[in-house]
């Protein structure tokens, strides 16, 4: 029997990524990081001189290692190579990248604010850039094309409706991507209502998010909504950079806190400010609580506006109560129990006594939201379900229909529904128009 969903809504996405890593070389299937030598390499998986690759997992290789520059310096001796963590949040990299960064200004003889760059006992990097060292490196690549980002749209667009959504929220908005979804939009290529956020890197780089914020409010388009700006301010559990109350598990560390409290602070109140929303990534417990007790600084001095708490996988009981006053909106992502918890206990000890809290959050009446965080985990409706059923063994379930957790949160935007069932998604309706899977 099947049952349906109107306007079927992932609420975290990084959409033109999404279409970027379907097209582009993929590392998940690689067993260890000697696997990098049967590669099939195509020309359409290079940024010009550069071979970029997404999707290596070390935790499910023997031994879980991370991976050394010297195992691409013997396959790829004479390109760049930039292939990012399964997380997003860490990139291998080999001398050859090593050495066009240097030119382009890439210091590697000091860690960047918020970020690592993985050194030897003689100080010498091993390939291995964390968080604002990795994205500082990716940001130095060279651009794509329109006609590729166009590409890359449109595929999105595809995974995920095919995936059963209509609706969703993209974590990486640009006013350059804005202007090509639009097109495609307008041109009838793209099956989706998105609402946007602009990622912005550091305080001074508030008012050029502003800017980009205002530019696509000029530019209007039916299927788009921009709504705020982006931070990151703690990493991943993979990448053994979120930010934690405890070290982690053997280890002298305890993750990454990006963003300090007042430049957290800062960007909260700037974007109450503007009349803008703001949305942080938070994964670690320590990381939510310390967004929680800043956002309630900030609306103790005044200023109300509304706030995104993206990820909050683990959650403390203590940091709830701090959360129920404000104007917050939770995603999560249960998908993500599938492909973490195999190895979390090795990596968090007794924290994950807080993972996935959407139960507490919802008999505190505070709203949450589930996505998928596409493409670092597939987009699929069903396995949102799946995730539910293997969670409650461990962890309290929705006592709602979880399927109220994907519609999305606003009438009047759009007009449409998918349909599924056991076996999977069988067909949306796109005001109007019916694409069968099935």
Known sequence: MSETINNCFDSHTHFLGTGQVALELSLRDLKSASNVSELKIEPHHHRGEWLVGFGWNHNNWV??????????????????????????????????????????????????????????????????????????????LPDYSDQQLSQFLVRS???????????????????RQWQLQKALCEQQKLKIYCEGFI???????????????????????AQLKVKGLKIFIDGSLGSKTAYLSQNYVGE?????????AT???????????????????????????????????????GLLGKIHIEHAQLL???????????HVYVHMQPCHWLSDHPWLQ????????????????????????????????????????????ESAKSIPKPSEDWKRFHAYPTSGWGQCQTEFDDQGIIAINFEGETIRFR
């Open 63 to 140: 031994p879980s290692d991370l991976p050394h520059k010297s195992i691409l310096d013997k396959v790829f001796p004479d390109k760049p190579v930039f292939f990012s963590r399964v997380d997003g949040h860490s990139s291998w990299i080999n001398s050859k990248a090593i050495e066009v960064l240097k030119q382009k200004g890439f210091d590697f003889s000091k860690d960047p604010q918020g970020g690592k760059v993985l050194r030897d006992l003689n100080g010498e990097p091993i390939g291995i850039l964390q968080d604002q060292a990795h994205i500082n490196a990716l940001l130095m």
């Open 157 to 175: 667009g595809e995974i995920f409706n095919a995936g059963g959504f209509t609706h969703l929220r993209d974590m990486s908005m640009t006013f």
């Open 346 to 389: 090795d990596c968090i000890g007794d924290l994950t006594k807080y993972l996935f809290q959407w139960e507490a959050l919802r008999k505190n009446r505070i709203h949450v939201d589930f996505g998928s965080d596409s493409p670092i985990e597939p987009t699929n409706l069903l396995l949102t379900r799946k995730a539910l059923l």
């Open 199 to 221: 990622t912005v890197e550091s305080v001074k780089d508030l008012d050029r998010g502003l800017s980009e914020y205002q530019k696509c409010l000029d530019s209007p388009c």
């Open 252 to 260: 002298n560390q305890h993750g990454l806190l990006i963003w300090s």
């Open 316 to 326: 403390r009981p203590e940091t709830i109560p701090l959360l129920k006053p404000l």
């Open 263 to 301: 430049a957290i602070k800062a960007t909260i109140a700037y974007c109450w400010r503007n009349k803008m929303e703001v949305a942080i990534h938070c994964i670690g417990d320590e990381a939510v609580h310390t967004v929680a007790q800043c956002a309630r600084e900030v609306s103790a001095a």
